[in-house]
């Protein structure tokens, strides 16, 4: 049996993302570790103005960030008419990832990566509120990208 597996990518930005194929491949990845079918969820690329406004009217934070989620479904899978499960929609601010990735000394594949792969874990429902919270989803996160191959190798 073949399992359905999707992601969505709508770049809202005048950036063409060329990492967006291993972006999409990272996060099948992590889907199948996951042991997600018959799944999809959607990665907006975004500039920090646009964020900015997410992350002002919807967390009531004044000022850009990196990655935004919005879960679908909190309590209740959320199933479309194909019977695929939609998760959400992840924002990501390309200027963000940008700036990190100098300020972190490391590509810009492999910021855009942990950004992708970190919402798709809240969008699963992992956050890092706490201590203990952080450590599991940021494990999760890191097995991911090294067991793929996304390093933090500076560039």
Do not use: W
């Amino acid at each position: 049996m073949k399992y359905l597996n999707i992601i969505n990518f709508n770049n809202l930005t005048k950036k063409e993302i060329k990492e967006e194929k291993t972006i999409n491949e990272v996060l099948k990845f992590a889907m199948k570790k996951e042991g997600l079918h018959d799944t999809c969820f959607d990665i907006i690329f975004v500039d920090n103005s646009y964020i900015h406004k997410l992350n002002k009217e919807y967390r009531g934070i004044d000022r850009p960030t990196d990655v935004i989620t919005f879960a679908l479904d909190d309590d209740d899978k959320v199933i479309n008419d194909s019977g695929v499960h939609i998760l959400g929609d992840v924002y990501i601010s390309v200027e963000k990832a940008e700036e990190q990735a100098k300020e972190y000394g490391h590509s810009f594949l492999r910021e855009i990566c942990f950004l992708a792969v970190h919402g798709f874990y809240h969008l699963l429902g992992y956050d890092h509120q706490t201590e203990n919270e952080a450590k599991v989803m940021f494990g999760k996160q890191e097995e991911v990208l090294k067991e793929y191959g996304i390093t933090r190798e500076k560039r």
